[in-house]
């Protein structure tokens, strides 16, 4: 029997207990992936649910706004990936020691390379729109691909300081901010390759909404990536398709970041098409 969960709040939302409900079924393996709303005002409910980690109690957890980045000192040990990026979104323990680990980048990056042209990113230019939570996972995943990134935030400061923090790490980053508007896009349109949205603008239910400003067309043979996976196609992959750019929407990434954390949690591989029905089912 094995527990996994979701801790972060609000959660009711969430896809992850059909995913990981779904590869847990489809393995044959007993449990249930459940959902247990924790906002910051409650640390005691989180030491609580933490310790069951520690215990074996409970074999995994997943973690959600808002607390990706107060769950870190609580932690043991934290990966590499986790340390690096600044936000823990996958938690298991071993030997009596809770680690904290993050599946959103390599999630991102190998759904990237999944559905991108390019043989090679080393080199190419990145445009990230938004520089909240999933933008520092996205932005970390680019630099380990030597990606040239520029960060455009309707708040440039927002950028500035995500830059700063991974500056402190590594003294070369080809990395800027701008603002996220229409004349500070402009000069990049000529020359960029990928486009990637980490705002939520364009989500359910505000659908008619797109985080590219409007009258300035994308770039022309650029690869369009959008987090935002409900709905489907959203107003900014609609765009891109009308212009005959390659575009794509969160949901591999959703499915990837999940089925890298239940192989952690398991140790066997996780079916993936079985999760991406299950998915698709709900969307
Ligand atoms: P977040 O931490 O709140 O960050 C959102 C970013 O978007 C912030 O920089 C925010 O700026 C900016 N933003 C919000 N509204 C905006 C607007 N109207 N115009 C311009 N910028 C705006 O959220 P998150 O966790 O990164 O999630 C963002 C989106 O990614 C959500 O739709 C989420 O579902 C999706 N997501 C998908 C996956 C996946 O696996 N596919 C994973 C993670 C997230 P301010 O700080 O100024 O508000």
């Not at 990113?121 to 380990?144: D, E, H, N, P, T």
């Not at 992959?237 to 949690?265: C, D, K, P, Y």
């Amino acid at each position: 029997m094995i527990a996994l969960g979701l801790i972060g709040g609000p959660v009711s939302h969430s896809l992850s207990p059909k995913l990981h409900n779904a590869a847990l079924q489809a393995n044959g393996i007993m449990g249930e992936y459940c959902l247990y709303p924790i906002n910051p005002q409650e640390p005691e409910k989180l030491l609580n649910i933490l310790s069951k980690v520690r215990s074996g109690e409970i074999t995994g957890l997943n973690v959600t706004i808002p607390i990706k980045q107060s769950v870190i000192p609580l932690m043991d040990e934290l990966t590499d990936t986790s340390r690096s990026i600044g936000a823990v979104n996958t938690i298991y323990s071993k030997d009596g020691r809770l680690y904290g680990h993050n599946t959103d980048a390599p999630g991102f990056t190998a759904d990237l390379k999944e559905n991108c042209v390019f043989q090679n990113y080393s080199g190419k230019k990145v445009i990230v729109l938004g520089a909240g939570g999933s933008a520092r996972a996205v932005v970390w995943a680019l630099r380990q691909m030597s990606c040239l990134v520029t960060i455009a935030a309707r708040d440039p400061a927002q950028g500035r300081s995500l830059i700063d923090e991974f500056r402190r790490q590594s003294n070369y980053m080809e990395i800027n901010s701008i603002s996220l508007d229409h004349e500070s896009l402009k000069p990049y349109i000529e020359n960029t390759n990928i486009v990637i949205n980490t705002t939520p603008v364009g989500m359910f239910p505000n659908i008619n909404e797109s985080p590219w400003p409007n009258g300035l067309p994308l770039p022309g043979g650029a690869f369009i990536y959008d987090l935002i996976y409900n709905p489907g196609k959203t107003n900014l992959v609609t765009t891109a398709h009308q212009m005959g750019l390659r575009a794509v929407n969160g949901l591999g990434m959703l499915v990837e970041q999940a089925a890298l954390a239940f192989e952690i949690w398991t140790g066997i591989s996780a079916p993936r098409n079985v999760m991406v029905s299950a998915m698709k089912l709900n969307l």
